[in-house]
């Protein structure tokens, strides 16, 4: 059962083919990753999802036309994008703040959650005096308490120094497997699609098309050694995908 | 915080140790020119000591007092109307861009006009009373804080505005929740800037005629031959503004508490 389905979306800047024709589906309670070079063109999928775009195509959720007032996704950009001004609790509640809902509400529906994202006790804190991995689940945090049907994930964690990025993926990849989220992830990082996802979706580079559609074997949880030794192979396999984008050495559709 | 109560005596030594320079430098200055006003043969009419201008700053007290009070009074109206204006224009120009291309240039402009020769003419069509003064000292003040706002909202981090979109916020949320709260430390330093052109227009109003007032009273002085009550009333403009300058470093940290936290050596805080 697909939440979200696209088919042949397209658009164009100008003159200018950024996404030439991506059909692509998520379904509920999955985590599905689009995986393509830089500049391809991922985050105008965003913008055209979120309803900042518009282009061609159809897009759908739940069967129904996308239109710009169903508000069916969160939305976690590529950096933080913390409000330095506001403490960390603050910052949580914003996008319950913004849906109207009164502070005191807000608050409790964030407070049992500020443990399990590791935030406890830094709820009075300003965002400089968190370390990027705090900051990366604190806008995590404010991603899911908006309680929207899908989460957009636009390359959360590209920021992060190498450690850290791999701690905060296990730590996601733990939490998702708890409360099942439908996710949709956005990155150029083979090892993290990988580790993350149910499917990937790889991208050619702009303007971007669907090269492959992968399904990811893995057993969960992904940072057992029997998903590692695994999971060597298919980013082997991806990597190959993109670097190469003809299709030689008879990889075709699986 | 945990770390106020340790750091406060720190941070008084770091105040004295920022201040050390600035002090010994002003006082070097002033040595130098008590030395030279005593030594040189100069006529105190010409260029009067340090020490000679303090002392007839304080027989002269109240005179000076008394002028000074007109002079706070036309700054700081003055400079209250042209920040409303300003923070006004700000939002209009903000969310109507097409305004700024249309406006811009007549503020520029404004600000191209030599104040000797437009202080003299708006005395000469508003009177001698507090108009005049408060409209130069608008006339000062207001492009710099329009430019320090305008410039701050646009200084809003892209991704914040992307993501309260996405939230479903609009123009208006999206303006208070995140523009204006970016808008602040370019705010402030707009603030400190402007305060200090504020005093200087305010005394050049008075320059150009008035009944009272710290450009008056330093006209007057000239006048009789009076450097030493000029450079009086000189010291005592400066003082204003020195403590008006003080007074917007001190609601910024007000107002801006993140900055001061940040400053400290990251905060380990409870928990963990």
Known sequence: ?254 | MVSSSSSRPRQLAVLFANAAPAVMSVGLLLVAWELYANYSGIKPTILPAPSRVFEQAMLNREALIGNAIPTIRATLIGFACSLGAAFALSMLVDFFQPLRRALFPVFIISQTLPLVAIAPLVVLWFGFGLTPKIMLVALVTFFPMLVALVQGYEATEVEIGQMLRAMGAGRWRVFVLARLPSALPYFFAGLRISITYAVVGAIFAEYAGAAKGLGIYMLNAKNNFRPDLVLAAVGVSAALTLILFGLTALLQRLAMPWEQIVRQPAGKGPGR
Do not use: C
């Open chain 1, 1 to 254: 059962m697909s939440r979200l389905e696209l088919r042949h979306v397209r658009k164009a800047f100008g003159g200018l083919d950024v996404l030439a024709d991506i059909s692509l589906s998520v379904g509920a309670g999955e985590f599905v990753s689009i995986l393509g070079p830089s500049g391809a063109g991922k985050s105008t999928l965003f913008q055209l999802l979120t309803g900042a775009e518009h282009g061609e195509g159809e897009m759908l959720f739940d069967d129904m036309p996308l239109d710009d007032h169903g508000r069916h996704f969160a939305f976690m950009p590529q950096s933080d994008a913390l409000m330095p001004w506001r403490r960390i609790l603050d910052n949580t509640t914003l996008g319950l703040e913004v849906q109207g809902v009164r502070r005191q509400a807000a608050r409790a529906r964030v407070a049992p959650l500020l443990a399990e994202f590791g935030l406890a006790g830094f709820e009075r804190h300003f965002p400089a005096q968190l370390s990027g991995g705090m900051r990366q689940r604190a806008a995590l945090l404010r991603t899911v308490v908006q309680e929207r049907d899908m989460l957009l994930l636009d390359e959360p964690f590209g920021a992060l120094d190498a450690l850290t990025r791999a701690a905060v993926q296990r730590w996601l990849e733990q939490m998702w497997r708890h409360h099942r989220w439908t996710a949709l992830l956005i990155t150029h990082d083979v090892r993290e699609a990988v580790f993350l996802s149910d499917r990937i979706y790889v991208l050619s580079a702009r303007p971007a098309r669907v090269l492959r559609e992968i399904t990811v074997p893995l057993p969960r949880p992904r940072d057992s050694t029997a998903a590692a030794q695994q999971a060597g192979a298919l980013e082997a396999e991806i990597l190959d995908i993109l670097l190469n984008p003809q299709p030689s050495k008879g990889h075709d559709h699986d």
